[in-house]
Structures are given as C-alpha cells and as structure tokens.
C-alpha cells in the first residue's frame, strides 16, 4: 500500500514538517497524544467535568475515533506522532455518535444532547458529499499551527482537486482565525443546550 506523504516549507531536519497516514501500529500512541492535546476543550469538559474520568475516556473514545476514521477516511500524522488529523470521507457515515456514546453512565445523558444537537445542525448547514474533519490535536508540547496546517494540508488539497467542501465544529473561539487562515468559513454557531459549551461549525469550500 502506497505511503501518501506531503512535505511543507520548512526546516529539512525537522520531522514535523511532514505529514503521512497513520500507521495501524502508530493507533494507540496516537490516541494517547489527542487524548492530551484535547482533554480540556469545552465539549469535552461538558460531556465528563471530572479531569481523571474524562482522560481516561479519552484514550477509549480516540482509539474509537481512530478506528472509524482508517474505515470510513484517512488519518494524517508526523514521522513523531506529534498529532493528527482525523477525517471522514465523502459518502461515509458520521461516527460521532457511536463513539461519543462510551461515555460513563453519569454522563452519557450530556453526551447524547452534544451529538444530537451537532447532528442536527450538521445535517442543515450541508448536504451532499463532503470531507468532516473529526478531530485535530497536536502535543502541548508542539501546539503551533505549523504543525496542525501541515496535518491539515493533504486532505484539503484533496478536497481541492476532487471539487468537495470539508466541515468541522469547534469549541474554542481560539481556534477560528487558524481555520479562517486554511479557507474555513462560519456557517453558524450557537450554544448546546442544558448548559453545554459554545460552538461553531464551518465549512471550507474547494479553491478554484
């Protein structure tokens, strides 16, 4: 099987500037570095307030993600596994909720509001085929948008050359000038209900 590589402007030595598929074998370091990277963004915080409860669902909810993302998308990480990218493919079904739904009892009432909610607004603001970045999350320790554009390059690129739009939701305001910078656009935002957190979904459509 072909090893799909996109290499970016910058320092030749450094491995981080070079983003590959996922190695099944990589699956579980990768889990446990987004399960860090991401362990305090509000929707995760919402879904399972307790810290050590909610890092400990993490590496089971990411080996999950991981799992539909090699079956239904593609997956983008470093030689280091300092992050990834998680996709789903045009055409395929949203995982969302079957992962989201390991959650501990106490919190799974949380959890179904989130997807549903999500869903919901996923569903209304674009049909037909499209790419659905899942997640994306680098180490603490390597958390720049070098790393993070160039886990996101190949598969914009793709959606460039196969005339598709990609979608995302994010929880953190924080992130929307790195996603403006990559073409994303909001679509619409709002606020999941019974307290949830803030969110906006956006959609980037292909460059001409």
Known sequence: MRRE?????CDAEDPSGTALRL????????????????CNEPHFRYVIPDEPTRL??????????????????????????????????????LPLASVMTMSPSEALER????????????????????????????K????????????LEPLLARADSDDLPCYLET????????????????????KIPGGGPDFWAMIRRPSQ
């Open 140 to 151: 603490p320790s390597r958390q720049n948008e070098n790393v993070e554009g160039i886990l």
């Open 56 to 93: 400990h669902f993490l590496g089971g909810y990411f080996g999950s993600a991981i799992r539909a993302s090699q079956l239904n998308g593609e997956i983008y990480t470093t030689p280091r596994v300092d992050g990834g990218a998680l996709w789903i493919g045009a055409g395929r079904g």
């Open 171 to 190: 929880f953190n305001d924080k992130h929307l000038p790195f996603y403006e910078r990559h073409g994303f656009r909001i679509a619409g935002s709002g």
């Open 23 to 38: 190695e099944v074998s990589k699956a579980e370091e990768l889990a446990a570095v987004l399960s860090e990277a991401l």
């Open 5 to 9: 590589t996109c290499s970016c402007l």
């Open 111 to 138: 959890c179904i509001n989130l997807v549903a909610h999500l869903d919901e607004v996923h569903q209304q603001l674009v049909q037909g085929l499209h790419l659905y970045l899942l997640a994306l999350g680098v």
